[in-house]
C-alpha cells in the first residue's frame, strides 16, 4: 500500500508540525487522526490525489515541495523527496 503524503497549506504550519511531533510518522498519524487535536491546516494524502510540485524551497538545510493537490486550486506543503543540495 503505498504511503501517504503529509502536506500543510502553508509551509510555516508543516514546519510546526514537524517540531511540535519531532518528525515521528506515527506522532504525526495520531494527531491528524484525532478530532479534538489542532491539524494546523495539515492532512495526509493519498500519493493518487498528488498530481506533482508546483513549487520549491530550503529552509535552514530541508527541502519542501509545494504539492498540487486534485480537487485543490492551492498548492499543499511537504517535506520534500528530494534532498537539499549542500550548500
Not at 503529509?6 to 484525532?34: F, P, W
Amino acid at each position: 500500500m503505498p504511503t501517504k503524503v503529509v502536506a500543510c497549506a502553508s509551509l510555516a504550519n508543516l514546519r510546526i508540525l514537524m517540531t511540535e511531533t519531532a518528525g515521528d510518522s506515527a506522532a504525526i498519524k495520531a494527531r491528524l487522526a484525532d478530532p479534538k487535536a489542532d491539524h494546523l491546516g495539515c492532512a495526509r494524502f493519498g500519493p493518487d490525489r498528488v498530481e506533482g510540485n508546483a513549487e520549491r524551497v530550503v529552509v535552514g538545510g530541508t527541502a519542501y515541495d509545494c504539492l498540487k493537490v486534485k480537487e485543490s486550486s492551492l498548492c499543499r506543503w511537504a517535506l520534500s523527496g528530494v534532498p537539499a543540495e549542500a550548500p
